[in-house]
C-alpha cells in the first residue's frame, strides 16, 4: 500500500475511495487517542494505547499493550486462551471497571515479574467488546 501511494502522489481520500468505493465509506467521527507509559525498566518499556470513540454512533474504548524491548524482555509463551463470550456477564460500567482494573493489575505483576503479557493483553482485547 505505501508502495502504491508513493507513487501516486494524489489526494489520499481521493485514492482510498477509488480503492475501496465511495459507498463504503463512513462518516467522520471523532476519537481520542493517547498513549500511555504503563512500566518502565532499565531495559524495557510497556506502552499503553488508548483508543475510544464517545461520540460514534456505537461507543467504544480499545486499549492495546506492546514492549519497547531494549534487549532485556524474555517473553515467555504461556498457553491461555479466552473466547468471545468469556465477559459477557459484564453488566453494568461498575463491573466492567472491575474486571478491567483486575486485568490491569495482572498486568503491572507480569512485567513486574518480566513475564510474558500475551495472554493478559488478549484478556484485555476480549474485556474490550
Same mark, same amino acid.
Request: with cysteine.
Given at each position: ?24 465509506? =463512513? ?21 499503553? =494505547? ?80
Amino acid at each position: 500500500m505505501n508502495y502504491f501511494l508513493d507513487k501516486n502522489q494524489g489526494d489520499c481520500h481521493e485514492i482510498m475511495s477509488e480503492i475501496f468505493g465511495s459507498e463504503n465509506k =463512513r462518516k467522520d467521527e471523532k476519537l481520542l487517542v493517547q498513549e500511555i507509559d504503563f512500566y518502565e525498566a532499565d531495559d524495557f518499556e510497556a506502552i499503553v =494505547r488508548v483508543e475510544m470513540c464517545d461520540d460514534c454512533e456505537w461507543p467504544w474504548i480499545h486499549l492495546n499493550v506492546h514492549i519497547e524491548d531494549r534487549g532485556g524482555y524474555k517473553r515467555q509463551k504461556q498457553g491461555e486462551v479466552f473466547f468471545e463470550g468469556d465477559f459477557e456477564h459484564l453488566s453494568s460500567d461498575e463491573d466492567f471497571k472491575l474486571i478491567m482494573r483486575q486485568a490491569i493489575t495482572e498486568l503491572r505483576n507480569k512485567l513486574e515479574r518480566r513475564e510474558d503479557i500475551s495472554s493478559i493483553n488478549m484478556k484485555i482485547q476480549r474485556i474490550n467488546k
